[in-house]
Nanobody
Framework: QLRLVESGGGLVQSGESLRLSCEAPGYGLDFLGLGWFRQAPGKEREGVSC???????KYVDSAKGRFAISRDNDKDTVYLQMNALKPEDTAVYFCAAGLAACDNSVSAPEYNHWGQGTQVTVSS
């Protein structure tokens, strides 16, 4: 059973950085697409970034130039480096995985494994 565990969220000021991690203890992620999503209060969940099993990365416009997704298959971990954070980045961030996830777009519905989320709060 694939279990995804996020960490790295917290409270930061506008302009600061955070790095989120998502581990899958005891489960190989090599052949899975991996993504980061977020959900702000009162808003729908949105895809932020994803990375294919081959390492191709995709970002939504609001994340381009500020966020960087990476994966370490040896550690069964995917990361989201978030720089120049803004108050509008405040949300619960979730990682997700799926066999064909990220092949088409950041928010395509191929994700079938989800983490529990980690809160990111950016103060102005």
């Amino acid at each position: 059973q694939l279990r995804l565990v996020e960490s790295g969220g917290g409270l930061v000021q506008s302009g600061e950085s955070l790095r989120l991690s998502c581990e899958a203890p005891g489960y190989g992620l090599d052949f899975l697409g991996l993504g980061w999503f977020r959900q702000a209060p009162g808003k729908e969940r949105e895809g932020v970034s994803c990375i294919t099993s081959g390492g191709t990365t995709k970002y939504v416009d609001s994340a381009k130039g500020r966020f960087a997704i990476s994966r370490d298959n040896d550690k069964d971990t995917v990361y989201l480096q978030m720089n120049a954070l803004k108050p509008e980045d405040t949300a619960v961030y979730f990682c997700a995985a799926g066999l064909a996830a990220c092949d088409n777009s950041v928010s395509a519905p191929e994700y079938n494994h989800w983490g529990q989320g980690t809160q990111v709060t950016v103060s102005s």
